[in-house]
C-alpha cells in the first residue's frame, strides 16, 4: 500500500507541475484553457468555478494529464474569441507555451534541491573497505577505511555522491584521479581505472566490480561530540582517531565502544591523534542503565555520518548544477543507448519507479523527494526530445516554422505523428520488459 500510495502521489506531483506549466503560460499568453485534467479517460471529478471557464478535471487513469487549449487542434473558433485561441498566437507565444510544461518540472527539481540543500541532506561518508583483489580499486592501492574526498577535483562528501559521479565518468571512459584521505589523516591522490565496468553494468553494483564497498567496520574516529557530555569535557573533538585505551590498541569503532561500555564510572586513558598529532587524554564514562545492566556512555558518535548543506544563494548555485548535471546524464545515457555503446537494459519503466518510490518513501521523506527530483528532471529531459506528438516534437515544428517562413504542412504533421506513437510504443514496451525482467527474472 505505501508503494501504491508513494508511486500515485509522485505522479500527481509530476504531472500537475507540468501541466499547471503549459495553464499558466497560456493564459499568460491571453490564451483560453478549456480544460486541466489530470489523468485520461472517464472524468471522476469535474468542477467549473466561473460559467465558460476552464474545467478542472480527475480522470479515472493516472498515468498522465493534458490542458486543452481554444483552437489547440485547428478547431472552429467562433470570430469574437478567436484572440483567445492557440492557433492565432505568434511563433513566439505558441513556443513558450508548449516548452512551459518541461520547463516547470526543471523548475520543480531545483525548488526540491534547493530546500534539501538548505535544510540539510545526511548521508554516509564514503569509507572504503579493503579492495577484493584484483579489482580496480586494488590495483590503484587504495586501503581499508581510506575515504573518497574527490573525484576528478569535485568534493564529494556522500556514498550517493561518488555513486553519481562514478557514473558519469563511467558514461565518458577512461580513469578518474580520486583524493582520498587513509587511516593516519593523511591525504593522497590515487588513479582509478575504469574499464573494467561499461554502461551496461550501470543498472547493476558497478561499485563493486571496481572493488569500492562501503567498510563494514570503520576505524575509531570521532564524527560527533555532544556538548556537555564526558568525551566534550575531556577535550576530545570531532575527527579525533582513538588509537588506544589504557594502553591497549584499539582496532575499530567496535572496538572502541565495547572499551567504553565496559567501565561505566572508571576514569579511561585515551591515546588519540588529531591533525596528525599524538595527545593523551583520560575520560570517565557515564553510568548508565540499559536493560536492567550497567553500560558507560562518553557521548560521542562515529565519523559515518555527513550533512550536506549550505547557505541559501550557495544552496541555488548547487541546486542548479544538480539539475544541468543530471540532465546532461540522461542525454548521454540516452545517445549511449541509440548507438548501443549502453544497453537498453538501464531503460526503466513504470514498474520499477513504483518500486522505487515505495523503497524511497519507506526510508524517509528526504530520499522520497531526492527520487521526486529526479524523475521530474527525467520527464522534463523526455518531454524535451524531438519525437512527435512529445512537447519537443511541437517545439521541433515551430523550428521548422521559423526557418522555412511557414507552417508544417498539416500531412508531415498527420505522419510524424504516427511516428512519434510508434517511437513511445517501442520505449515503453522496452521499459516494461525490462521491468518484468527485473521483478520476475533470474
Not at 460559467?51 to 498522465?64: F, N, Q
Not at 549550505?310 to 542548479?320: C, E, I, K, N
Not at 528532471?377 to 506528438?389: K, M
Not at 498539416?410 to 504516427?418: E, P, V, Y
Request: glycine content about 10%.
Amino acid at each position: 500500500m505505501l508503494t501504491v500510495a508513494a508511486f500515485l502521489l509522485a505522479l500527481v506531483v509530476l504531472i500537475v507541475f507540468h501541466e499547471y506549466g503549459h495553464y499558466l503560460a497560456a493564459r499568460l499568453c491571453g490564451v483560453k484553457v478549456l480544460r486541466f485534467s489530470v489523468g485520461f479517460g472517464k472524468p471522476l471529478l469535474l468542477k467549473q468555478f466561473t460559467p465558460g471557464g476552464t474545467e478542472w478535471v480527475v480522470a479515472s487513469i493516472p498515468l498522465g494529464g493534458f490542458v486543452k487549449m481554444l483552437g489547440e487542434q485547428d478547431d472552429k473558433v467562433a470570430p469574437e474569441e478567436s484572440v483567445f485561441a492557440f492557433n492565432r498566437q505568434s511563433l513566439a507565444k505558441r513556443f513558450f507555451i508548449v516548452a512551459a510544461g518541461p520547463l516547470a518540472n526543471f523548475l520543480l527539481a531545483i525548488l526540491l534541491y534547493w530546500g534539501l540543500f538548505v535544510s540539510g541532506m545526511p548521508g554516509q561518508r564514503a569509507i572504503l573497505e579493503l579492495p577484493a583483489a584484483g579489482t580496480a580499486a586494488a590495483r590503484a592501492g587504495i586501503e581499508r577505511w581510506e575515504t573518497i574526498e574527490k573525484i576528478d577535483g569535485v568534493p564529494t562528501a556522500t556514498w550517493e555522491e561518488v555513486n553519481w559521479r562514478l557514473a558519469q565518468k563511467i558514461v565518458e571512459g577512461g580513469a578518474v584521479e580520486l583524493t582520498l584521505r587513509n587511516a593516519q589523516d593523511q591525504a593522497r591522490v590515487k588513479q582509478l581505472n575504469l574499464d573494467a565496468v561499461t554502461g551496461d553494468d550501470l543498472d547493476r553494483d558497478f561499485l563493486s566490480k571496481l572493488g569500492l564497498a562501503p567498510a563494514k567496520h570503520v576505524q575509531a574516529r570521532l564524527g560527533k561530540v555532544l556538548p556537555e557530555s564526558p568525551a566534550a569535557l575531556a577535550g576530545l573533538q570531532a575527527g579525533d582517531i582513538v588509537r588506544a585505551i589504557d594502553g591497549k590498541p584499539i582496532g575499530d569503532w567496535n572496538g572502541f565502544t565495547e572499551q567504553i561500555r565496559a567501565k561505566p564510572g572508571q576514569r579511561v586513558r585515551l591515546e588519540v591523534t588529531r591533525e596528525g598529532r599524538t595527545l593523551p587524554l583520560a575520560v570517565t564514562p557515564k553510568r548508565e542503565q540499559v536493560g536492567g545492566k550497567e553500560i558507560g556512555r562518553i557521548g560521542v558518535a562515529p565519523d559515518v555520518l555527513v550533512m550536506v548543506q549550505y547557505p541559501l544563494g550557495q544552496a541555488l548555485s548547487h541546486a542548479l548544477a544538480k539539475c544541468w548535471d543530471t540532465s546532461v546524464f540522461s542525454l548521454q545515457m540516452l545517445g549511449r543507448m541509440i548507438t548501443g555503446d549502453v544497453s537498453w537494459r538501464n531503460l526503466s519503466g513504470p514498474l520499477t519507479i513504483a518500486q522505487v518510490a515505495g523503497e524511497t518513501a519507506h526510508i524517509g521523506w528526504l530520499p522520497y523527494l531526492i527520487f521526486i527530483a529526479l524523475v521530474s528532471i527525467s520527464l522534463g529531459v523526455i518531454n524535451l526530445l524531438p519525437v512527435p506528438i512529445l512537447d519537443g516534437g511541437h517545439l521541433m515544428y515551430y523550428i521548422v516554422e521559423f526557418i522555412k517562413g511557414s507552417p508544417v504542412s498539416s500531412q508531415a504533421m498527420d505522419i510524424g505523428q504516427r511516428v512519434g506513437i510508434a517511437v513511445l510504443v517501442l520505449l515503453m514496451s522496452v521499459a516494461l520488459y525490462n521491468d518484468i525482467v527485473r521483478q520476475f527474472g533470474p
